[in-house]
């Protein structure tokens, strides 16, 4: 069982930045590799950014903004997002899936969930 915790939300303003942490224990940290997800409000809950074998993957919304690094001393992910637009502002989730499932964009993949951590960009 893997267990995950988001934290580093908080309110900023537009055109700065934040880094997301996603700490894990349990299961064995290489095994599985982290997606982002978020939900604003009356929207559904959709894909951000994912790790992949062969580097990072994001949605074309956060593309070029948004990255994600490793930390495995720490078993956490960070997700590391520059130049914040008040539309990015939603309740952040990273979740775990099996490094074998390639299907990253796709919320099905992911096994286990976050309780998520909410980010608020003004304007």
């Known amino acids: 069982q893997v267990q995950l915790v988001e934290s580093g939300g908080g309110l900023v303003q537009a055109g700065g930045s934040l880094r997301l942490s996603c700490a894990a224990s349990?299961?064995?940290?290489?095994?599985?590799?982290i997606g982002w997800f978020r939900q604003a409000p009356g929207k559904e809950r959709e894909f951000v950014a994912a790790?992949?074998?062969?580097?990072?993957r994001t949605s074309d919304s956060v593309k070029g903004r948004f990255t994600i690094s490793r930390e495995v001393a720490k078993s956490t992910v960070y997700l590391l997002m520059n130049s914040l637009k008040p539309e990015d502002t939603a309740v952040y989730y990273c979740?775990?899936?099996?490094?074998?499932?390639?299907?990253?964009?796709?919320?099905?993949?992911?096994?286990?969930w976050g309780q998520g951590t909410q980010v608020t960009v003004s304007s």
């Open positions: 349990g299961g064995t940290f290489s095994s599985y590799r």
């Open positions: 979740a775990a899936r099996d490094s074998g499932r390639y299907r990253y964009t796709i919320q099905a993949s992911y096994d286990y």
């Open positions: 790790e992949l074998w062969s580097g990072v």
